[in-house]
């Protein structure tokens, strides 16, 4: 069965911190990993790994992949309160469909 | 630049009601999808249907039915609400055709926050 797990579940910070999220998975025949943000409603698209090694950067948000010891990370610089949110992590199985399998989700605290 | 929409945003019913969750996409997407969110456990794939005229079951599909009805258009339908059906309903729409360097990712509705009592 194909799992996601995310670590840590909740996380509360000072404004100006550095965090990491950790995601990791057994998934059979994995295609690729996603990042999402979820905060009053929809999850919005972050970031999609299929390579091992290469950091995906976006502004104060970067992700990286390591697809030998199955798990990825996601660091946010310098937090600000807009970075209070759910991340999701989501694998993509290599199936017909794009259907994809997430973790329980971090929640994400910014104090100012 | 509607996106995925979903109707209705909140629902209350009652044990045993029947309801339909409805979901459009404007994307010209292949792939749509039907997750619901319970706290503390992520999204949990309900149905999907990977292109207009299949759909097949997900990860917790008991108790619902689903109809893509066009490319547009797919909806969820609860026959005999029961209250472990509480949660929030999320549609998704996706390419649905995997391409090396391109970002396939799933776009999704505002979601549908149903309460069975």
């Known amino acids: 069965e194909d799992k996601v797990v995310q670590s840590p579940l909740s996380l509360v910070v000072h404004e100006g911190d550095t965090v990491t999220l950790n995601c990791s998975y057994e998934v059979t025949n994995f295609r690729s990993l996603l990042w999402y943000k979820q905060e009053k409603k929809a999850p919005t698209f972050l970031f999609m790994l299929t390579s091992s090694g290469i950091e995906k950067k976006s502004g104060r948000l970067s992700s990286i992949l390591d697809k030998k010891e199955l798990f990825s990370i996601l660091n946010i610089t310098a937090t600000q309160t807009g970075d209070s949110a759910i991340y999701l992590c989501a694998v993509e199985p290599l199936q017909g469909a794009q259907k994809l399998v997430f973790g329980q989700g971090t929640r994400l605290t910014i104090n100012p | 630049n509607a996106g995925v929409t979903q109707t209705p945003k909140f629902q209350v019913l009652k044990t045993g009601q029947s309801m339909t969750l409805q979901c459009a996409q404007d994307m010209n997407h292949n792939s749509m999808y039907w997750y619901r969110q319970d706290p503390g456990m992520g999204l949990r794939l309900i149905y999907y249907s990977a292109s207009e005229g299949t759909t097949d079951k997900g990860e917790v599909p008991n108790g619902y039915n689903v109809s893509r009805l066009n490319k547009r258009e797919f909806s969820l339908r609860l026959e005999s609400a029961a209250p472990s059906q509480t949660s929030v309903y999320f549609c998704?729409?996706?390419?649905?055709?995997?391409?090396?360097?391109?970002?396939?990712?799933?776009?999704f509705g505002q979601g549908t926050r149903l309460t069975v009592v």
């Open positions: 998704a729409s996706s390419v649905g055709v995997w391409s090396r360097g391109m970002n396939t990712e799933a776009f």
